[in-house]
């Protein structure tokens, strides 16, 4: 339910401006739309996805959504910028029920979960260096994920800026892209390696907002 309610809330509020007519996007990617400053995650517009491959027959994909987090953005000085986000672990969403009950499911008898648990820890990224290349960048910070941290760089890039008009918010946003790929092995989470695939791609789309 909760779901359904972000996903028609965008367009409750959009609703007056299309009565309106056409009207241009209020975002785009020219970075003269980006004033700077620090910027909550927009949970309801950010997500990672995440793909391994199954049994060498087919990819498949997962969810991770209601990101929180912030980002403290100079565009004069992108090299400076800081990212801290957290991922709630426990709201993954797949398309088979049965396989999302497993990610999250007590391991038997009292054992080791083959995934993540019952009631696992909030997954983080903190940043710890940027390296800007125009409108792209490689991000390198920590992640931690099943109770361990690692060193991650994501491949990003700049996707749009600018501010909402009034009748929805009017607050300035700023969007990226970004991937990377982690070994879910190097964080404890080896279950059927190598049947199911070791190495996860990660698809992020991070949506931030001030």
Request: glycine residues 12%; charged residues 15%; aromatic residues 6%.
């Amino acid at each position: 339910m909760r779901r359904s309610l972000l996903v028609l809330l965008p367009l409750a509020l959009a609703a007056p401006l299309i009565a309106q007519g056409p009207m241009s996007k209020p975002g785009s990617a020219n970075t003269a739309g980006i004033s700077g400053g620090t910027y909550t995650v927009d949970p309801g517009h950010t997500q990672v996805v995440w793909t391994l491959d199954h049994l060498g027959f087919s990819p498949y994909t997962g969810i991770f959504g209601d990101v929180t987090g912030t980002l403290t953005l100079d565009p004069k000085n992108p090299k400076a910028a800081k990212v801290d986000v957290t991922i709630p672990v426990s709201k993954v969403t797949t398309a088979s029920a049965g396989l999302t009950q497993h990610l999250l499911r007590p391991g038997k008898d009292g054992g080791r979960p083959d995934f993540f648990g019952a009631s696992p820890a909030d997954a983080r990224f903190v940043s710890t260096s940027v390296v800007p290349n125009g409108q792209k960048a490689q991000i390198t910070g920590n992640l931690t994920l099943n109770g361990v941290t690692k060193p991650v760089t994501l491949d990003a890039s700049f996707y749009g800026a600018g501010k909402m008009p009034a009748q929805m918010g009017g607050k300035e946003n700023v969007g990226f892209r970004a991937t990377t790929t982690i070994r879910r092995s190097e964080f404890g989470l080896g279950f059927g390696v190598p049947m199911v695939g070791d190495e996860v791609k990660l698809d992020i789309a991070a949506a931030f907002q001030k």
